[in-house]
């Protein structure tokens, strides 16, 4: 195969067979269009003769699918998913420091499962500084709570080289898949006292979103939403809004509705309305 036989007609093509065979979503769709374009960004430094197919691949563009809307989590759903840990195991002890830490500052796994001890402001554990996307670092401050679950963890973490601020089994640095696996126990222990939460696909992520809508419902500006969290733009943000149930009420209740003249019937000849006025009730 030569990289000329990779022109435009035959990658819409495989794109379509990801989606109509393979039975890929749109995001997938999309993900492999990122690295066609990339390896062709590649091509474009050592090949130029390939610079006008390259043009005409970065002009494809992504397909745009439906954005469902977030399954977030209730307070009630989340007290009872931070409460779920049990508090006389070390394993425990870990589950809730993360499950608070990542609620409390919003999270993204990789960055939860990324913090270093010296991540935290010590000795009061007042702020932790996190690294996000694109090595754009910011710091937040935390409650009394996630302090009081990062202190019981911090006194019976294993002291071992691994510099991670959360260890697993084998005091090595948890990994996103071992605390994707610990969200779902939890889960499942919540269920029992939260039947809700039982119909939601739970997942690390629920957790940062359920910050952003509470942070959404305390400011009401979408901006330090996105602050917080992170994002590089409001267009990552503003799904949020959709979501928001208090901030609509809060809308409708600011605007007027239409006053609208009554109807009435006065004046009006109709057969039907004839028979039953002159109909006597029995």
């Known amino acids: 195969m030569q990289v000329s036989h990779l022109d435009t007609a035959t990658l819409l093509a495989f794109l379509d067979h990801l989606e109509t065979e393979r039975g890929n979503g749109v995001r997938t769709r999309n993900a492999r269009l990122v690295a066609i374009k990339?390896?062709?960004?590649?091509?474009?430094?050592?090949?130029?003769?390939?610079?006008?197919?390259?043009?005409?691949?970065?002009?494809?563009?992504?397909?745009?699918?439906?954005q469902p809307p977030v399954d977030y989590l209730s307070r009630a759903e989340v007290r009872a998913l931070l409460d779920a840990p049990e508090a006389s195991t070390a394993t425990g002890l870990r589950d809730r420091a993360m499950l608070c830490l990542a609620y409390n500052?919003?999270?993204?796994?990789?960055?939860?499962?990324?913090?270093?001890?010296?991540?935290?402001?010590?000795?009061?554990?007042?702020?932790?500084?996190?690294?996000g996307k694109g090595r754009r670092g910011r710091v937040l401050p935390l409650w009394k709570q996630t302090r009081a679950a990062l202190r019981a963890w911090l006194r019976i973490r294993p002291q071992v080289p691994d510099g991670h601020l959360f260890l697993n089994a084998y005091g090595t640095g948890m990994t996103r898949r071992g605390f994707a696996k610990g969200v779902a126990l939890h889960v499942a222990r919540t269920a029992g006292a939260v039947p809700s939460i039982a119909g939601k696909t739970v997942t690390p992520h629920s957790l940062r979103h359920a910050c952003a809508l509470s942070t959404l419902e305390a400011t009401g500006d979408i901006r330090q939403v996105g602050l917080w969290l992170g994002h590089t733009s409001?267009?990552?943000?503003?799904?949020?809004?959709?979501?928001?149930?208090?901030?609509?009420?809060?809308?409708?209740?600011?605007?007027?509705?239409?006053?609208?003249?009554k109807g009435s019937f006065e004046g009006m000849h109709d057969e039907l309305l004839a028979m039953l006025a002159g109909t006597e009730p029995r």
């Not at 267009?235 to 003249?261: C, G, H, W």
């Open 234 to 261: 409001l267009q990552s943000t503003e799904m949020y809004l959709r979501v928001d149930l208090a901030n609509k009420l809060e809308i409708l209740s600011s605007r007027q509705p239409p006053n609208l003249r």
């Open 105 to 131: 500052a919003g999270l993204r796994v990789s960055e939860l499962v990324g913090l270093a001890l010296n991540d935290l402001e010590t000795p009061g554990l007042a702020s932790v500084r996190v690294l």
């Open 38 to 66: 990339s390896f062709f960004r590649y091509l474009e430094s050592r090949h130029p003769e390939c610079l006008d197919l390259a043009a005409q691949v970065h002009a494809l563009p992504q397909k745009r699918g439906d």
